[in-house]
């Protein structure tokens, strides 16, 4: 609650954007609480923040937790932050105890994880991970013009050092499930065992302007026509590949926008997501050939291409093992699931060990300023993430 009160908005939810002023505030705070909990914390050149806990050996890979401050313009209190949050509580619950893991701990902060203000979502980690050139991240700019370089300068953070990658034993990030199956299933853990396939795609379909009363309908070269066929023939493909299937029509823009003139360009988009790649494939394909297939029977230009993609990922198996192994002994009610919703965890798991614990959160809201959880499921993601690190950080 006392980060939420940094970018707080009338509607009670945080807009806290990445590499903002109120984002290096709630960074100042989560500071202020790591050095009073004897950690040390830095900050390498693209922005992620990292607290350190020393181990018995401090020499050995750390195992670490963590996930974002930034938050969407108009989001909640916990996507990210509860992440973040839960981590240093699991420091500061191994003080209380006066116990040291053999190997060092550590908590991240990853830098633009939203990609709302900056134009790449899970930026930090995607540079921490060697999957985005640091010399790309720096250049991204904001509407305003202003890039993400600059305002790492203005904010008085390095830019320069190199973006060492620690050596990491084991990643694990928990977080709200931002979905209502937890909530509907009366599950408080889930054990997230991967993150399905997503992409994103463009269509574009060009038509001619003409005057809504004097032009015959057979007579128009009208885009809707194509959006007309499109959407209930991929609704059916989707409903076809299962109830795992995801498919969302986010964007749809006439030009010039007019409500008496016949549209000369429609543009919408696609999100496509499955967890099974194979599914994923047909349905990707699928809705290539409907779109193509409209644009055909309908004699327009036009055409639709795939502008984002994000490859599943399956997380490792020891470290899910100790997300499962914790939540049983501890004795909640859990569940197996893939994520529908990236994460900076899809970046770790590339070059570490890495999993993610999912607790309920209400409504299965989130990117929303009425975004809530239960105190108890937050204990509860908490303690499954204390016991899976103190476990993973005991041994060699």
Request: hydrophobic letters at 45%; a negative charge.
């Amino acid at each position: 609650m006392a980060t939420a009160d940094i970018g707080a908005t009338t509607l009670g939810g945080c807009n806290r954007q990445a590499l903002t002023d109120g984002d290096l505030a709630a960074r100042r705070l989560l500071s202020r609480w790591a050095e009073a909990a004897g950690c040390k914390v830095r900050v390498d050149s693209v922005g992620n923040l990292f607290v350190r806990r020393a181990g018995q050996d401090d020499s050995l890979p750390v195992v670490m937790t963590g996930s974002h401050l930034d938050t969407q313009p108009t989001g909640g209190k916990f996507d990210g932050v509860y992440g973040v949050l839960a981590g240093l509580e699991v420091i500061e619950s191994l003080n209380d105890a006066r116990l040291t893991t053999l190997h060092p701990l550590e908590v991240g902060v990853w830098s633009n994880e939203e990609g709302c203000r900056f134009p790449m979502a899970m930026m930090g980690s995607a540079v921490w991970s060697g999957r985005l050139p640091l010399e790309t991240a720096h250049a991204l700019t904001d509407r305003a013009g202003r890039s993400v370089r600059q305002e790492l300068e203005r904010l008085g953070m390095p830019t320069d050092a190199p973006v060492a990658r620690q050596s990491v034993k084991a990643a694990l990030e928990v977080h709200i499930e931002q979905g209502p199956v937890l909530e509907q299933r009366a599950k408080t853990i889930g054990i997230v065992t991967g993150v399905q396939h997503m992409s994103r795609h463009e269509v574009v379909v060009e038509g001619q302007e003409a005057h809504a009363g004097p032009t015959p309908m057979d007579m128009r070269r009208d885009p809707i026509r194509v959006l007309a066929d499109v959407l209930p023939a991929i609704y059916a493909a989707a409903r076809a590949r299962g109830p795992d299937a995801r498919l969302t029509v986010g964007i749809i823009e006439t030009s010039p926008g007019s409500p008496n003139t016949v549209p000369g360009r429609l543009r919408f988009t696609i999100d496509v997501r499955h967890p099974d790649i194979h599914e994923y494939g047909v349905l990707r394909s699928e809705v290539d050939r409907v779109v193509r297939s409209a644009l055909q029977h309908h004699a327009l230009a036009g055409d639709i291409r795939c502008v984002w993609e994000a490859p599943g990922v399956v997380f490792d198996a020891a470290i899910v093992d100790a997300v499962r192994t914790a939540t049983a002994a501890l004795g909640y009610n859990a569940l197996e699931m893939v994520s529908g919703a990236g994460h900076d965890s899809c970046n770790t798991a590339a070059v570490v060990p890495t999993a993610m614990i999912f607790v309920p959160c209400a409504g299965g809201l989130s990117h929303n300023e009425a975004e809530s959880a239960v105190p108890s499921d937050l204990e509860a993601g908490a303690n499954v993430l204390l016991h899976a690190m103190v476990a993973l950080a005991s041994g060699a």
